[in-house]
């Protein structure tokens, strides 16, 4: 298993189903290094999928050391898109939904 993609199953084991209730939505992520993977929440569900989505809610853009950072904690998710190390396409507003869904610790 590559680094990315424990980094991946690691914020998909910390989904919060209350967080996402009513959401239907696909997070597409798209890494400077490794592969692309995206995160579909339906039904208070969330599934981790490989490769691109055909139809992504939004696109997420960034280095895998911004996505390391926003993982651990160590950078806030927000700040990170504010200041560029983070780019989105698509439903922009979902985004600032992920520290919920995906809480750190």
């Known amino acids: ?34 592969d692309a993977y995206f995160a579909a929440i339906s039904e208070g569900d969330c599934t981790l999928g490989k490769g691109e989505h055909d139809d992504p809610s939004v696109v997420l853009l960034m280095d895998n050391q911004t996505f390391s950072e926003v993982l651990s904690g160590e950078a806030n998710g927000m700040q990170a898109f504010m200041s ?14 992920l520290e919920t869904l995906f809480p750190v610790g």
């Open 1 to 34: 298993m590559s680094d990315t993609q424990a980094m991946f199953e690691e914020m998909v084991g910390r989904f919060s189903s209350s967080a996402a209730n009513g959401l239907d939505a696909v997070f597409q992520y798209k890494l400077d290094e490794g």
């Open 84 to 97: 560029g190390k983070i780019r989105a396409e698509g439903d922009i507003m979902l985004a600032t939904r």
